[in-house]
């Protein structure tokens, strides 16, 4: 397993233990930042597997299919625990996990198809500002730092929808073949 693959591994094994300091009592006030560096270290192997891979050209089927999962992993487990955590409102998580299913099962029909859909900018950019939201959302330093993570919050959701609306407009010939 090379590298990339091994830090796209590291950032699934991650996800439980950045859930439980979010949701248990296990240090007291140090919980909320012991899952913010947690969830930093993780967002950071995002970027490091994918800069590595291209970079050396390590590109695998196996960083293809786990990266983005890993990544739509992360998130969904993060917001999720916002929505217990009164952090988020459960309807922007749906709208977003929505997107996340939707973009997967285009992919699926597309790939079946023998059409692959790589990332887009779009997608790109909604996933920094999903986890940029995420990192204010656990800080809670309040004043203007409420402001900037709802500022962050709306515009991670309109990339979402924006991103999705991108997706099927650049694919939709994947919508018209095979029988859809």
Sequence with gaps: MNLPNKLTVLRVIMIPFFVVFML????????????????I?????????????RKYNLVT????????????????????????KGMLA????????SREFIISGFRLVASDGGIVIAASYWGKFKTVFQMMMIIVLI?????????????????????TIVSLVD???????????GGM
């Design 24 to 39: 248990m009592d296990i240090t007291g006030a140090a919980d909320k930042w012991i899952a913010l560096a947690i969830f």
């Design 90 to 97: 459960s309807w922007i998580v749906i709208i977003i996990i």
């Design 61 to 84: 089927n196996f960083g293809k299919f786990m990266d983005p999962l890993a990544d739509k992993l992360l998130v969904s487990a993060a917001m999720i625990c916002m929505i217990e």
């Design 167 to 177: 997706y099927v407009i650049k694919n939709k010939q994947v919508l018209t073949q």
């Design 139 to 159: 800080m809670d330093l309040g004043g203007v730092f409420d402001i900037i993570g709802t500022a962050l919050v709306w515009i991670a959701l309109v990339l």
């Design 41 to 53: 270290v993780a967002s950071l192997t995002d970027l490091l597997d994918g800069k590595i891979a």
